[in-house]
């Protein structure tokens, strides 16, 4: 084994190669097995590689990588080297041509990981990933993320622009606090957010009135980001949420801010509507 470890590794992908060489200061070809040892965080966003998890954003089918959206494409289009990389915990590749996540049964021991704007519709692969407590899926063709079950420290998911038509398959994920559900074109049921005993942060856009039914329902929440909730015209129905205390709500139809007093918990009130109210 040792041997082995010493032999030059041979990637599978050049831009996965490049981003390996520039942290190890070391020249093409020269990397071997042994070294991919070292490398615990790799994040790329499209064709541009980064330092700190932070500077990523993906809001929807939105990347933007310190608040600049990165619209070309990256050429990652396989995962394999990954597989090599024992030691993995922090891993974007955003804005890439992956479809296959086999390889990441193999990074038992990730804790972030992004992988928004590609072509993924297979999660299975990630019920390996049982240190995973943040993960963002956003801008993938995948509906199914009961697999995700077997992540049981999985505390922040970012589902937006996804496939999903309702949230069934999340209904595992007892550990989840924070959810993110933008711009799913095809959601409609959410009923089975009251069966997440955990969470107290939601971000959805926008928000049908039986959406806002079951949101109403959530007396543990205490984040809320609403776009565009349909029917509301005044914030008198958030008073039924107890616990409440932060709410960002942005709805061009708001007629008035009748009901704000009765929001005893919120601490932060942010509302952006059109025309502004008095």
């Known amino acids: 084994a040792a ?73 990652v289009d396989t995962l394999e080297d990954l597989a090599q990389m024992p030691n993995l915990r922090v891993l974007a590749l955003a804005s890439q041509n992956i479809s296959d996540l086999t390889p990441l049964a193999q990074c038992t021991g990730l804790v972030q990981l992004c992988l928004a704007n590609n072509a993924i519709t297979d999660l299975s692969p990630l019920a390996a990933c049982g240190e995973l407590q943040e993960l963002t899926v956003s801008g993938n063709p995948v509906s199914d993320f009961s697999p995700l079950a077997q992540c049981a420290k999985l505390s922040g998911l970012n589902a937006g622009a996804t496939a999903l038509t309702d949230l069934q398959s999340l209904s595992g994920l007892d550990n989840l606090t924070l ?60 008073a039924q949420l107890p616990h409440l205390t932060y709410l960002f709500l942005h709805q061009d139809t708001l007629a008035s801010l009748e009901g704000a007093g009765d929001l005893a918990q919120v601490q932060t009130l942010q509302i952006l509507c059109a025309p502004p109210l008095d």
Request: hydrophobic share 40%; net charge negative.
């Open 3 to 75: 041997i082995r470890d010493a032999e030059p590794y041979v990637f599978a992908s050049s831009t996965i190669e490049a981003e390996v060489c520039r942290q190890l200061d070391q020249e093409s070809g020269q990397v071997t097995r042994g070294d991919l040892a070292q490398i615990e965080t790799l994040l790329l966003c499209g064709n541009q590689s980064f330092d700190r998890w932070e500077r990523l954003t993906a809001t929807g089918s939105y990347v933007a990588l310190d608040g600049v959206q990165v619209i070309e494409a990256g050429a």
């Open 179 to 238: 959810l993110q559900l933008h711009d799913i074109e095809k959601l409609e049921d959410i009923s089975t957010l009251s069966a997440l005993p955990k969470l107290r942060t939601l971000f959805l856009r926008p928000v049908t009135a039986p959406q806002l039914e079951t949101i109403l329902s959530l007396s543990e929440i205490r984040e809320l980001f609403l776009w565009h909730v349909q029917g509301m015209a005044d914030l008198t129905p958030l």
